[in-house]
């Protein structure tokens, strides 16, 4: 069995492509086209991230080519405008950058990416030195696991620990991605906990119950 990624660790690329501070306007542009990315890491010294330069960081320079000629007036002003101006990836980048550590949750950069809206997420040590970059397609992965994986992880993790007196009774079965359990359970109290922990195995679309009270143990007593 393939047990669940849960960190950033177990789904991030290790080969990122990065620049210098000093990195020129055209060279950013020309390496976003040969590596087809859409962001680059800005790094420091000898690999500490510094910053991250997006096509959104260059686009004012199209954007406000004719607004203000004087480059210099440009960078004394703030925001978008100010980026026009820039030449070089320490003008050009957003920082500090948005970091995620290699040991964090998934979960964790998912939330990070959404509020902040973007794509991907540098991965650091606690330096802050660049180990790898984390993308919303690499946090998608954990949905391509099989079908079997999903369900022996539940089986074995989830209800083997939780229905101790009926697990062997239980039948754990997943179709894309949505896992069913089915048999006998001795109340319904720990449904929803079991729903709980199925959903956070990663991997998991969903989770539903096709089950049904089992019958109460018969107590012998001996005549004495």
Do not use: Y
């Not at 976003?32 to 800005?42: E, F, T």
């Not at 990416?113 to 397609?137: F, T």
């Amino acid at each position: 069995m393939t047990h669940s990624p849960h960190t950033v660790s177990d789904v991030m690329t290790q080969t990122v492509v990065a620049v210098g501070q000093g990195a020129r306007f055209k060279e950013i542009v020309e390496t976003m086209q040969q590596w087809k990315v859409s962001a680059l890491p800005v790094l420091a010294g000898e690999g500490r991230v510094v910053g991250v330069v997006s096509e959104a960081d260059l686009l004012p320079k199209e954007e406000f080519r004719n607004a203000a000629p004087d480059r210099l007036e440009q960078r004394q002003r703030l925001g978008d405008l100010g980026k026009a101006g820039g030449l070089t990836a320490g003008e050009l980048m957003s920082a500090p950058a948005l970091t995620v550590h290699a040991d964090a949750p998934l979960a964790q950069a998912a939330r990070t990416m959404a509020h902040r809206s973007v794509k991907r997420l540098p991965v650091v040590d606690g330096r802050g030195m660049l180990q790898g970059i984390v993308s919303r397609a690499d946090l998608l992965k954990v949905f391509l696991r099989s079908d079997e994986d999903l369900a022996e992880e539940v089986r074995t993790e989830i209800v083997g620990q939780l229905f101790t007196g009926t697990a062997r009774q239980i039948e754990v079965s997943a179709e894309e991605g949505v896992v069913t359990l089915r048999g006998p359970v001795r109340g319904r109290a720990l449904l929803p906990v079991v729903a709980r922990l199925v959903r956070a195995v990663e991997g998991v679309v969903d989770v539903t119950f096709d089950v049904h009270p089992a019958p109460a143990t018969e107590v012998h007593t001996v005549p004495g």
